[in-house]
């Protein structure tokens, strides 16, 4: 399960973290030293190190965060 969501649902660039803050998508943060997850919910504020849920600031270099990746734009002809 965690393997499906590194590679589907992990939040890495600002992009990715734009498009879950502005549609309001809940995501969830993973401490992977812990092995659990810390905390889930709307993104409150976010800039380059830091983001927040519920009020908790969350280091982006030190937890793991799952949501919607923003979607690439089609191709036009």
């Given amino acids: 399960m965690i393997l499906t969501k590194l590679t589907n649902k992990s939040l890495v660039t600002d992009q990715d973290v734009s498009f879950n803050y502005r549609l309001g998508i809940p995501v969830e943060v993973f401490d992977s ?15 380059e ?11 982006r270099s030190s937890y793991l965060f799952f949501g919607q990746p923003a979607q690439p734009a089609p191709a036009s002809c």
Avoid at 49 to 59: E, K, V
Wanted: contains cysteine; glycine residues 12%.
């Fill in 49 to 59: 190190q830091l983001i927040h849920i519920h009020g908790s600031p969350f280091c």
């Fill in 33 to 47: 030293e812990q092995g659990k997850t810390v905390a889930f919910g709307q993104i409150e504020a976010y800039n």
